[in-house]
């Protein structure tokens, strides 16, 4: 199977959140639209330093991550990002990767989402046994 992207758009949680209570306007909350990576292999959301910057979100860890040819990076881990693709949201944490890196889609979101790698298509697509809502399990 050949690489997937997606178009996602990338939302500072915080900023939706001080629009929702009035301090700021809904005009004000800092959006960036990112064709991603979708990368099963990795865990979490990765973006780069660029889409931190331009998103302002607050470094609140550090963690140390395996790269795709084997070297142990320190990440900075930011909160309070929301990723949309279709109708569907993941909000949390993503890692910071240096420069103008690729961002990737890792596993967790794309759970939290409920949304799956259409292998034939080589597209990320909405679970089509649930398209209306996205279902967790529990168990």
């Known amino acids: 199977m050949g690489m997937v992207y997606a178009d996602v758009e990338l939302i500072n949680g ?7 209570r009035h301090i700021i306007g809904e005009d004000e909350v800092k959006r960036f639209p990112v064709n991603i990576l ?6 979490m959301l990765a973006i780069n330093e660029h889409i931190q910057e331009y998103l ?4 609140v860890d550090t963690k140390k991550a395996q790269t795709a040819d084997n ?3 320190n990440c900075d881990v930011v909160a309070h ?3 949309l693709f279709q109708n569907r949201r993941f909000t949390g944490s993503a890692m910071v ?3 103008d890196a690729e961002p990737l889609l890792g596993t967790i979101p794309l759970e939290e989402m409920d949304v799956l790698i259409h292998p034939l298509k080589q ?3 909405v679970n089509p046994e649930h398209p209306l809502y996205a279902q967790l399990k529990l168990k």
Do not use: C, K, N, T
């Open 123 to 125: 597209e990320l697509i």
């Open 71 to 73: 070297r142990i990076i």
């Open 97 to 99: 990767l240096p420069g």
């Open 81 to 83: 990002i929301v990723l």
């Open 38 to 43: 979708v990368d099963s292999g990795s865990y």
């Open 56 to 59: 302002q979100l607050p470094v």
């Open 14 to 20: 915080l900023d939706e959140e001080f629009a929702r």
